[in-house]
């Protein structure tokens, strides 16, 4: 035991010496604490605690990350719709089904080629080899603007399903050694494309930092006969638990907020997950990213799966424990890390893992459906429905064919953006066209204080798209389908629909007239629809222009 002088008092810190990872809680008076050091022994490198003296734990936030739709003019090549413009395909999730879950393509700029002839036999002594390796990506959501924390646990279970078969796939490649599974989130975390994706990196050589790992849990089992992560003692430092797994911030964190995600039962290759204990991960790791992204502003972040190599001679099974590590980006990399090796964490764990496990994870607003929209369960194409070459001789002719369409298939058509051209200088290089989604299209955006809301939103991004042009001689309209594909179940009837039932200026005219006239709202509707039997608006819409129509009149008179 030893004594330490923190603000003006004494206090102990004991250090168990068969276990270094018992956690350290200080006392409740010590809000500032002195920086002190602990040893990270999987690693087997310090790490430095100096606590950030400007703000609390609970006030750490990381730049937002948000994942948003492709450019207009270049089409995101993991959406579905593009996989022939995507890389080779390796398998997909259903197999060999047009309405895919998952896919694992190659990876569009590979790290290492995967066409280098295989070598066996490396002498140790050589420092340079042939770049042979496998580089693949692992899609994990067919719409662009779904991110990993928004599937559901089985969805994301499915995903390390894909993980584990694509690695059983490459067991018997002789020549690869190790392979990396890893994600990241945001472009400062190293993302190059903002399609929800994971990558797998099978490599020829085992890295070093894995040989350090495997090296100091090797020395530690030696001298302990235990394993040293089965050994962590997580009273303080745990956040959530499962079934099969638990999550925590480790002893000697090395990044703000890292966290470990860990199986409860000894496990040295995670290729060896069954379906069972992947959906079981896959509803912890929801349920982490979640608080993740609520409490530090839905920051850029890396998760590594940490695993033991593929070829080994067995040893390593008793001391080696996979586990997966989450990394927020909340802090740069500074020359202190860079010069000593030694990482400095603003937070101590024991204050990072307090904040996160106390986070209540609201149900996202995008999630609440109204009554009559169902959860997606499968995803729609009417391609062909819209795929036309009729030449529509003006702009509304064109609106009214595709809402039509859409109507008699279930689903509202609405303009998504329309662009006239511009005028003057502005004109160059820009072209008249208009835009065509589903009502459905696009996310709400949530913010803090929406997330409670107990409304619902019809809203899932839905990726469905129609681009609308003059004809080059200027003498009509044509139409393309962008993307004919929905994610959701269309509804047998579109009447009540916000879109679809809206009232035009004129029938708004009528209504105000018939209400002054002491018109009954269902006489009204009646009316409405003996007048335009296309006509979808409800009783609802009826009740809501009578009273804007009664708002604004007060209005006038005030």
């Not at 809680?25 to 002190?36: A, F, L, R």
């Not at 994706?197 to 006969?225: C, D, E, W």
């Not at 511009?422 to 208009?434: A, S």
């Not at 629909?497 to 029938?507: H, M, N, Q």
Request: charged share 25%; aromatic share 8%.
């Amino acid at each position: 035991m030893r004594t330490k002088t923190v603000g003006g008092k004494k206090r102990c810190l004991t250090l168990s010496a068969t276990s270094p990872f018992s956690s350290i809680t200080p006392d409740s008076d010590d809000e500032d604490p002195n920086p002190h050091l602990r040893k990270d022994v999987i690693q087997n490198r310090w790490v430095i605690f100096s606590q950030d003296r400007t703000k609390k734990p609970c006030e750490f936030k990381g730049k937002s990350t948000f994942n948003t739709n492709p450019s207009r003019n270049k089409p995101c090549i993991f959406c579905i719709g593009y996989e022939d413009e995507c890389t080779p395909e390796i398998f997909r999730v259903p197999f060999d089904e047009l309405n895919w879950k998952i896919r694992v393509v190659e990876h569009p700029y590979p790290a290492l080629s995967r066409y280098v002839p295989e070598l066996h036999n490396v002498p140790v002594e050589d420092t340079v080899l042939d770049g042979f390796g496998i580089h693949d990506v692992v899609i994990e959501s067919p719409i662009h603007s779904d991110q990993l924390l928004e599937l559901s646990p089985r969805e994301i279970g499915e995903v390390f399903v894909a993980f584990i078969n694509r690695i059983h796939e490459l067991l018997h490649l002789g020549s690869i050694k190790y392979i990396q599974v890893f994600k990241n989130h945001g472009a400062s975390a190293g993302a190059s494309m903002s399609h929800s994706h994971s990558q797998i990196l099978a490599l020829p050589i085992i890295p070093t930092t894995v040989s350090t790992r495997l090296s100091n849990m090797k020395n530690y089992f030696y001298q302990t006969g235990k394993c040293c992560i089965c050994e962590i003692q997580h009273e303080d430092l745990l956040i959530d638990s499962s079934t099969y797994f638990f999550s925590l911030v480790p002893f000697a964190a090395s990044y703000p907020f890292e966290i470990w995600i860990i199986p409860r039962n000894h496990s040295a290759h995670f290729h060896e997950l069954d379906a069972e204990m992947a959906f079981d991960l896959g509803g912890l790791m929801r349920q982490t990213l979640r608080k993740i992204s609520f409490q530090l502003n839905n920051p850029p972040f890396n998760f590594m799966i940490h695993t033991s190599p593929l070829h080994g001679d067995g040893s390593e099974l008793a001391y080696s424990h996979w586990y997966i590590q989450i990394v927020p980006q909340l802090v740069p990399t500074t020359g202190v890390e860079l010069g000593t090796g030694c990482h400095v964490n603003p937070v101590l764990p024991e204050d990072a893992a307090k904040v996160l496990r106390e986070v209540v994870v609201p149900v996202f607003a995008h999630e609440r459906r109204t009554i009559g929209f169902s959860p997606p369960s499968k995803i729609v194409d009417y391609s062909e429905a819209f795929t036309t070459k009729e030449v529509f001789p003006t702009r509304e002719y064109l609106l009214n064919w595709a809402r039509a369409i859409g109507r008699e298939n279930g689903f509202t058509v609405i303009i998504q953006r329309s662009d006239n051209g511009g005028t003057g200088k502005k004109k160059i290089g820009r072209k008249t066209t208009v835009i065509l989604g589903c009502e459905r299209s696009g996310k709400y955006r949530q913010y803090k204080d929406a997330l409670a809301r107990k409304t619902g939103t019809k809203k899932c991004g839905c990726p469905f798209r129609l681009r609308g042009r003059p004809v080059r001689n200027g003498d009509g309209w044509k139409v393309n389908v962008v993307c004919g594909f929905h994610n959701h179940e269309v509804i047998e009837t579109a009447i009540g629909s916000t879109y679809a039932g809206r009232l035009s200026g004129e029938e708004k005219s009528l209504v105000d007239d018939l209400t002054k006239s002491m018109v009954k709202p269902k006489d009204i509707l009646q009316t409405l629809k003996e007048r335009n039997e296309d006509n979808l608006t409800s009783i609802k819409q009826i009740y809501n222009v009578r009273q804007q129509l009664k708002r604004s009149s007060r209005l006038l008179e005030s």
